[in-house]
């Protein structure tokens, strides 16, 4: 063993200075329409992975978790918020989610997510994010863990959901109301600003008019979302 040890040192240096090398020299390709290498793509997401478990151990759905309101709740602030990148029901893909690498999973395909652990690791991405994957951290922009619980539930229907359901779950929704649980007030300027008609949220095929609305809508910076800038 001692006699591999200098071996294995100048093995680890000789990787480190060829790494240091071709990350100085530009070589690693930065943008988002080269994917990166399997092993890479393995690697990041391993950590990834590892890395929210390990945060989730200790985390629990609240009691009420499964009341059918939440799902009525989260329907509009995920039409509002989340369409864009996520998808609906037969929506096949939007302009923003071409482009984005890695793509953000589409939400409405998901395979079935029932489980309790599920939801509370959806609790954990949406309310943090995940760095460098344009993944946003909710709960820098106000969203409480309330309406992140809303929505986790909203996610555990939404593949079992029909275009149809979906539109109806959003029509019946408070629209974009993610400051406000039932009897609060709308938490956000913008709802009476930039998207003019406050609730119901768009009633027909609402992923793709909310994607159409939002992507036409420049102004709408409150929550600083990646998707708004065109
Ligand atoms: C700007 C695009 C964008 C927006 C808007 C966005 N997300 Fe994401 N989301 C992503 C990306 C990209 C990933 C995948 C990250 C990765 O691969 O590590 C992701 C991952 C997720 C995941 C993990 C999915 C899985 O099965 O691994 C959940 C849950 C999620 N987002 C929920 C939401 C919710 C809820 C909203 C709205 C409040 C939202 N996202 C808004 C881009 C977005």
Redesign the pocket.
Known sequence: MNKLLPGILVAVAIGAVAGSIIIGAGIIDAGADTPHGPLIHQA??FA?ERSIARRIADLKEPEDFTEPERIRRGAG??AA??V???LAPEMEDSE??QG?Y????N?AA?PDLTQARNAV??FW??KHG?KS????A?SKGG?EDAVIWD??AF?QRLSHLSKDDYDLLVTASDGHSHGGLAGDEHGHDEQATDHGTPEPAPAVNSANDVQKEQNHDPDHDAHE???HEH
Do not use: E
């Not at 890695?102 to 999973?105: D, F, G, H, M, S």
């Not at 994957?133 to 946003?136: A, L």
């Open positions: 990041l997401a990834r602030n995920y918020m989340c864009n990148c996520h923003i989610r984005m890695p793509a953000p999973p939400l998901r690791r959806d991405i949406i995940i994957t344009g993944m946003p909710w969203m929505l986790a996610l979302h990646d998707d």
